[in-house]
């Protein structure tokens, strides 16, 4: 009896599909988490809506210099390679069993740990971010979804030992998320949000005294730009002025929950049709402008020996 029971739970199809299943998902999760790596080194837009950009530019999205989606793609790969290791071994099932049993318990800790972490960026995203990320939303589903097809995908001896395991590990990967942010300055220093709105990732690049010369006399003429924190094209303008020269830009904050927002004046400006969009001297100038076309569109005859090309 004992010995028909156990054939009978070691055919359970959540038995025998659980690690394709994980594979799929994991696969899925690095392809998008490999899309958005590279939207956000290419500057580029993610093809999605406004939310996308917003988060991907925020400062949760960069972990000590480099992309959270990074950080995300490695974890997805490494699923990836744990659930399908022991489906590559055909001949040899001692082989294969013995892969099997060392890879379920690293398979728990990166499902656990995955589902933790994006439950905080789910925090992250309802209660500073305030946009809404498909991508985001998506990824968390798949963490929990890998979650419980590891806990139901075998027979697991001491599910006891196993819960008391789980809330181990999630401890720990909750500590360590709080210590990297803390670390990075997003915990403790008031992350991205200012008193009166959201702010895009700082202006680090320095300001020569012709990009300084040059804000100054956009801003005499009246010029505007139009743009929203979260557009990432709007900080590669920024970054052409650098930091000093950004201290006296001309910008306007499109962005309705963004920091000194002006979003009823770009409301009004039936020109702007995406971000960023100069007004100068009565044009309207679309898209990441160079600083010498900016110079001869304003008519300035300052010093040009531009820094930031």
Known sequence: MKATRRRRQETLWIHRWSRPIIAAIAAVGAAGTGYLTATKLMNSSAACAAGCDRVLNSEWATIFGLPLTLFGFLAYASMLVLAVAP??????????????????????????????????????????IKAVCPYCIASALMATAMFFLVVLGRRWVDRGQ?????????????????????????????????????????????????????????????????????????????????????SQFP????????????????????????????EVEGQFLSGTQTLQTLAEASGYEGPTDFVNK
Not at 259 to 278: D, L, M, R
């Open 251 to 278: 910008y306007v904050e499109c962005a309705e929950d963004g920091a000194n927002s002006q979003a009823a004046v770009c409301q009004s400006v039936p020109e702007i049709t995406g971000f960023p969009t100069w």
């Open 162 to 246: 196993l819960l008391f395991s789980g809330v181990i590990i999630a401890m720990v990967a909750l500590v360590g998320t709080f210590g990297v942010y803390a670390a990075n300055g997003q915990i403790g220093s008031g992350g991205s949000v200012v008193a009166d709105g959201a702010a895009g990732p700082p202006v680090t690049t320095p300001s020569g005294e012709a990009e300084v010369a040059l804000a100054k006399h956009l801003t005499d003429i009246d010029a505007k730009m139009y743009g929203a924190y979260w557009c990432p094209h709007c900080h590669d303008q920024k970054q052409l002025f650098g930091k000093e020269a950004y």
């Open 87 to 128: 489906l590559l071994i055909k001949d040899d099932e001692k082989q294969r069993a013995k892969v099997e049993g060392w890879t379920w318990p690293l398979l728990f800790v990166g499902a656990t740990g995955m589902m933790v972490f994006s439950g905080f960026l789910m925090y992250i995203l309802a209660t500073d």
